[in-house]
């Protein structure tokens, strides 16, 4: 069977290991990655992903921020902030809150969970889909949204009274456990898999 290290690209040719037996990269030594690896990876990655999948609703619908001002007791979530966005005119920035935010990255754990877990297209399509979530990878901005929240926090304080609510944890740790999905997907996988 044919190999390439995934450290330096050398091709090589390895024979059938025994299950203690790891092949060894000739160039740079590091270990050759064998279809054991990847059902790890694999399952991995699911768990990651679907932990974000079940932490999302949590993280959009709770309350992220609870703002006490003049007596006023006013707390919203990520959803309820983009929908205050549209009724207030703002169209473009809640558009674009929308889909950076909650659309793309709920997206990338789909497809996550899809090429990792269920795995119910051919691997065309799977290949394909990798392609894709790659491409969206670059736009899907959960973490930029934790850095707004950061800088939010920085400028309210001293204004007004706040504090966070529970969809805070539920955020990070989905943006956590998607970029932890993200990270420990291996694409070899797709083509290893039936
Ligand atoms: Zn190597």
Redesign the pocket.
């Known amino acids: 069977m044919l190999k390439s ?1 995934h ?4 091709i090589h040719e390895i024979a059938a290991l025994q299950s203690n037996q790891q092949a060894q ?6 270990v050759i990655d064998q279809s054991k690896n990847f059902k790890r990876s694999q399952g991995r990655t699911a768990a990651a992903a679907v932990a974000a999948m079940v932490l999302m609703p949590a993280a959009i619908l709770l309350p992220i921020l609870e703002i006490e001002q003049l007596g006023h007791h006013h707390s919203s979530s990520i959803l309820g902030g983009i929908v205050d966005l549209f009724q207030t005119g703002s169209v473009l920035v809640a558009t674009v809150i929308l889909l950076f935010s909650i659309v793309l990255p709920l997206l990338k754990i789909l497809a996550l969970i899809e090429l990792s877990w269920l795995c119910s297209m051919q691997q065309r399509h799977r290949a394909w889909t990798y392609r894709w979530m790659e491409q969206i990878g670059k736009w899907s901005m959960m973490d930029v949204m934790l850095l707004a929240l950061l800088v939010m926090t920085i400028k309210l304080s001293g204004v007004v009274q706040f504090h966070f609510g529970p969809a805070l944890i539920a955020f990070v740790l989905c943006v956590s456990m998607s970029m932890i999905a993200a990270i420990c997907f291996n694409p070899h996988a797709i083509w290893e898999s039936p």
Do not use: A, D
Request: charged residues 10%; contains cysteine; positive net charge.
């Open positions: 290290c450290c330096c690209g050398l990269c000739t160039r740079c030594h590091s």
